[in-house]
Each structure stands twice: as structure tokens, then as C-alpha cells.
T-cell receptor
Framework: TQLLEQSPQFLSIQEGENLTVYCNSS?????LQWYRQEPGEGPVLLVT?????EVKKLKRLTFQFGDARKDSSLHITAAQPGDTGLYLC????????????FGRGTQLTVWP | DVKVTQSSRYLVKRTGEKVFLECVQD?????MFWYRQDPGLGLRLIYF???????EKGDIPEGYSVSREKKERFSLILESASTNQTSMYLC?????????FGPGTRLTVL
């Protein structure tokens, strides 16, 4: 059973469009992280959110942590081809070492 | 700049071979991890280590072992490679909760 469910699994859009990726769970997390992975590379951390209701912005990317700390979303405004990649959410539930739970990822393709 | 390196980007091995995947980090991190990544399954934790010579099983340790003789180095060993171990293997290190990943090793077992 997957603790974090990401949707959609695939997203293919034109340059300039907006999109939202969702990361949902029935469990509470102490923090949620978002990573981006480009082909042939390892995931790279984009942001960590730790407070319920928190919103963080990274240029055209907006990350939100749900009030109940069970879900998160990633919104990209005016997507560009350079945004193409696999977006992974990952949740940490406390101090248990090694327990970072990953979603299965959203593969985003942005066409010029 | 933070760096996690893996010994090979691509590896092709035969069924039954013993395979060593090496990972080195230069950040003096205590914690190191091995994941495998498969399409549709996401990242799954194989083993992790929170100190030299310490190791803990993750979610899918069967068929794998690990070694951590030095703080900066964490090795993943496939004792007898099988075709179902064909995958992308990612090493990571951490100080806190988030992970610094290496570039991955794409292993094919024929």
C-alpha cells in the first residue's frame, strides 16, 4: 500500500500552460518534500514544507502543505520545456530514521 | 557543493554474478541510503545506515547486502544477481530529513 498517492501519473502540456500536481495521504506527516528528477539523474530537492497551510514559492513553482498536513500540491505557472521531469513528493512522519515515504511520481512533459 | 557519487552510471551483468555498487559522499553525513527505482513503483528503500558499520533493512532487502566501513562510503552488494534486480539504483545521504541523491546506476542483469 502506497502511503503517498500522487496524481496525475503523467502530464503532457504545451509551453505556457499552468498545471497542478497533487500528493495525498490519509496519514499525517511532519514534513513534506518535493523533488525533481531529470532523465539519467538522481532526484534533487526543490522544497520542504513543515507547517500546515504553509505556502512556498520558488519562481514559477508554488508549493502548498495542507492544513491537516496530510496532503500537498505543486502548481507551476506558465510551464517551460525546462520544467520537464519526474516530480516526486516525499513525506517524513517523525524521527524514525530512514523513513522518508515517496510517492510514485508525476512525469511532466512540457512541449515547446 | 554537496556531492554524492556512484561508481558506475551503467552496468551490465550476468545472472548469478556478484555485483558491487559503490557510493561516496563528501559531506560528512552520518546517514546513507540505497534505493531502487522502477517505473510505476517509485523509489523503494533497500537498506540504510546511520553510522559506520551500522545498517538497517529497508522495505525490500531480500537479495541485497550492504557494507559501510568508512563514513563516506556505502556499498550495495547483490550476492547473486537475478534478472528481477534489473533497475535504477540510487544512493543518497542525509544530515536531516531530506536526501542528497547520487546520479544513479542503471543495472541490467541478463
Amino acid at each position: 500500500t502506497q502511503l503517498l498517492e500522487q496524481s496525475p501519473q503523467f502530464l503532457s502540456i504545451q509551453e505556457g500552460e499552468n498545471l497542478t500536481v497533487y500528493c495525498n495521504s490519509s496519514s499525517v506527516f511532519s514534513s513534506l518534500q518535493w523533488y525533481r528528477q531529470e532523465p539519467g539523474e538522481g532526484p534533487v530537492l526543490l522544497v520542504t514544507v513543515v507547517t500546515g497551510g504553509e505556502v512556498k514559492k520558488l519562481k514559477r513553482l508554488t508549493f502548498q502543505f495542507g492544513d491537516a498536513r496530510k496532503d500537498s500540491s505543486l502548481h507551476i505557472t506558465a510551464a517551460q520545456p525546462g520544467d520537464t521531469g519526474l516530480y516526486l513528493c516525499a513525506g517524513h512522519r517523525g524521527s524514525t530514521l530512514g523513513r522518508l515515504y515517496f510517492g510514485r511520481g508525476t512525469q511532466l512533459t512540457v512541449w515547446p | 557543493d554537496v556531492k554524492v557519487t556512484q561508481s558506475s552510471r551503467y552496468l551490465v551483468k550476468r545472472t548469478g554474478e556478484k555485483v558491487f555498487l559503490e557510493c561516496v559522499q563528501d559531506m560528512d553525513h552520518e546517514n546513507m541510503f540505497w534505493y531502487r527505482q522502477d517505473p510505476g513503483l517509485g523509489l523503494r528503500l533497500i537498506y540504510f545506515s546511520y553510522d559506520v558499520k551500522m545498517k538497517e533493512k529497508g522495505d525490500i532487502p531480500e537479495g541485497y547486502s550492504v557494507s559501510r566501513e568508512k563514513k563516506e562510503r556505502f556499498s550495495l552488494i547483490l550476492e547473486s544477481a537475478s534478472t528481477n534486480q534489473t533497475s535504477m539504483y540510487l544512493c543518497a545521504s542525509s544530515l536531516g530529513t531530506f536526501r542528497y541523491f547520487g546520479p544513479g546506476t542503471r543495472l541490467t542483469v541478463l
